[in-house]
């Protein structure tokens, strides 16, 4: 079956440490996204990409990387520089034109 | 700009009782709508979209019609369940704007048994 794959479920950072949270889909879709949301709050856009290798800032990029170095594939990096990372982190992918499926969601937690 | 404006939750309701979560949005060009529905500790899942205008979106006993006139995409259902309890999102997506979704700020049903 064609889905989307996050990984780890829980993530545990210690303080000034990067972490990186794996997305991958098998759906053959062009664009993904990173989305934070943060407890009883809607969505807010931290990357995305439309294409290999491109990628633009969302809203809230500021403390975050990514790549996307292949179709399948758009892993995100939580860096020191993210004061406060604690949130529930979701990656999506699209059709163009069409909504998002979702993955699970990487709950990360600083420790 | 384009953005999406739900009723404020939590909203809480009795098991068989008929339910309706406002949508509004605004929008630059011709939007298509959607509904996304999130159980706890889960991802989003599509519920329903319609495309244009006076399209009806339908799945699992939930309607959204979509009104131009109003700029309403407002979600029904005759008789929840508590299994419905769950945070619900209203969302647009423009191809101006490069289909990306523009998301509401969700709206948390609970529903008591």
């Known amino acids: 079956d064609g889905g989307i794959t996050q990984s780890p479920k829980y993530l545990f950072r210690k303080e000034g440490q990067n972490v990186t949270l794996s997305c991958e889909q098998n759906l053959n879709h062009d664009a993904m996204y990173w989305y934070r949301q943060d407890p009883g709050q809607g969505l807010r856009l931290i990357y995305y990409?439309?294409?290999?290798?491109?990628?633009q800032k969302g809203d809230i990029a500021e403390g975050y990387s990514v790549s996307r170095e292949k179709k399948e594939s758009f892993p995100l990096t939580v860096t020191s520089a993210q004061k406060n990372p604690t949130a529930f982190y979701l990656c999506a992918s699209q059709r163009t034109s069409y909504g998002y499926t979702f993955g699970s969601g990487t709950r990360l937690t600083v420790v | 700009g384009n953005s999406v404006t739900q009723m404020e939750g939590p909203v809480t309701l009795s098991e068989e009782a008929f339910l309706t979560i406002n949508c509004t949005y605004t929008?630059?060009?011709?939007?298509?709508l959607f509904w996304y529905v999130q159980y706890p500790g889960e991802g989003l899942q599509l519920l329903l979209k319609a495309t244009k205008a006076d399209d009806k979106g339908s799945n699992k006993g939930f309607e959204a019609t979509y009104r131009k006139e109003t700029t309403s995409f407002h979600l029904e259902k005759g008789s929840v369940q508590v299994s419905d309890s769950a945070v619900y999102f209203c969302a647009l997506s423009v191809m101006e704007y490069g289909n990306k979704l523009v998301f509401g700020a969700g709206t948390i049903l609970r529903v008591k048994s």
């Open positions: 990409s439309q294409i290999v290798n491109d990628f």
């Open positions: 929008a630059t060009g011709y939007p298509s």
